[in-house]
Each structure stands twice: as structure tokens, then as C-alpha cells.
């Protein structure tokens, strides 16, 4: 079994090393879109994944265009505040990609403009303007497995 988790343009580090912690536990490989708001070897992500670094498949890419044009008969879902249909609307698949934006910004318009059938959503009350990026990727990735029925998992 393959997923992936994309962050484009990740900037909090901490995030990715939560994230990556659930790659590790889960399987999932991560792939990191540059520019990073953060060196690689910065010392909270590190400790936010603690010492599971061993387990994580990482790539790392120059943008999203990289990774479409690497993985083009994938299927990606987007991950946004603007989606209309929640991620429990989508049946998802083995190989599926989940993409996620800066935390501070989300994706890029061109992005969510070229996607408009698979950008999903997380439902949350209007007291807030988005979870957690960490948070959001373990939802999104903790319901894809469900739906394959956790595979590889005890």
C-alpha cells in the first residue's frame, strides 16, 4: 500500500514533524515542496517526530508541478477551507495523494483552480478559519485507511 501526504511550501516545522510522526506510524510516505519556511535539520521538527525518522519515506521536490508531472496517473486530493464536499465524500484508493497548503495561506489559487473536483474540506464552525495542518493531515489520512480497511495495521 502507497498514500502520500504532500505539504506544499511547509512552514511551520513542528507541523511537519507531527506529520511526520504519522507517517511513520501509518506507512504513508510524505513529500515536502520547496521553498521550506524551515531548514530540514531544525531542531523542533525533529524533536515533533521524534526519533521515528527512520520509518518516514521522505522526497522532496522543487514544486507541485514536480510532483504532478513524477506521479501523473496518480489521483490527488486538495485540501482547503474553499471546497464545497467534505473528505468523507470521496471514496479513496491506494496510491491517492493528499496535498496540503502553507499553513498560514493554504494553496495557490492556480492550484485549487486546476483541482476543482477533488478539493475537500474538514467541517468546523465558523469560530475559527482552519485546523491545524498536522491535525488535518491525520484526519485526512486516519479516514482514507479506514476506508481500506487499515492496511498493514494492527
Request: with cysteine.
Amino acid at each position: 500500500m502507497a498514500l502520500h501526504i504532500v505539504l506544499v511550501e511547509p512552514e511551520i516545522p513542528a507541523n511537519t514533524g507531527n506529520i511526520a510522526r504519522t507517517c511513520a506510524a501509518t506507512g504513508i510516505h510524505l513529500h515536502l515542496v520547496h521553498p521550506l519556511g524551515f531548514r530540514t535539520d531544525d531542531a523542533t521538527m525533529k524533536r515533533a517526530g521524534l526519533d521515528y525518522w527512520y520509518a518516514v519515506q521522505i522526497e522532496y521536490h522543487d514544486s507541485f508541478r514536480d510532483v504532478e508531472e513524477k506521479y501523473g496517473g496518480s489521483r490527488f486530493f486538495f485540501a482547503t477551507t474553499k471546497a464545497k464536499k467534505s473528505y468523507t465524500d470521496f471514496e479513496f484508493q491506494d496510491g491517492d495523494f493528499f496535498v496540503f497548503g502553507k499553513e498560514t495561506k493554504g494553496l495557490a489559487p492556480d492550484i485549487l483552480e486546476t483541482h476543482p473536483e477533488t478539493l475537500m474540506r474538514m467541517p468546523m464552525t465558523d469560530k475559527v478559519r482552519s485546523l491545524n495542518l498536522s491535525n488535518s493531515a491525520a484526519i485526512i489520512v486516519y479516514e482514507a485507511l479506514r476506508q481500506l480497511d487499515f492496511p498493514g495495521m494492527e
